[in-house]
């Protein structure tokens, strides 16, 4: 029975709450393009946090392409600026 109680204990000091979840909603909305140029103040806690995982694999995508690309130009350079390059990269 204590172990039950504590971890009652323990959500109830832990829990988030709504005016935090709406915060955190609010701030997600302001970093997503495509939410934030419609310029409507209500928009759904659902919608945002479907935007944000588009925006998140479209960041992905993005990087994905940009690191084929990025090969493709190192293998089509000269070795010696290829190496300045990687280590510019690595740093």
Do not use: G
Not at 4 to 33: A, E, F, G, H, W
Not at 34 to 50: F, G, Y
Not at 56 to 72: A, M, T
């Amino acid at each position: 029975m204590s172990t039950r109680r504590s971890r009652s204990r323990q959500s109830t000091t832990s829990r988030i709450t709504d005016d935090q979840i709406n915060d955190l909603v609010s701030k997600l909305q302001q970093l997503l393009p495509e939410i934030r140029t419609h310029r409507s103040d209500k928009v759904s806690a659902s919608k945002v946090l479907q935007e944000t995982c588009n925006y998140i694999r479209s960041l992905h995508r993005d990087i994905d392409n940009l690191s084929d690309r990025l090969s493709e130009l190192l293998e089509n350079t000269d070795p010696t600026q290829a190496s300045i390059i990687r280590s510019l990269l690595t740093q």
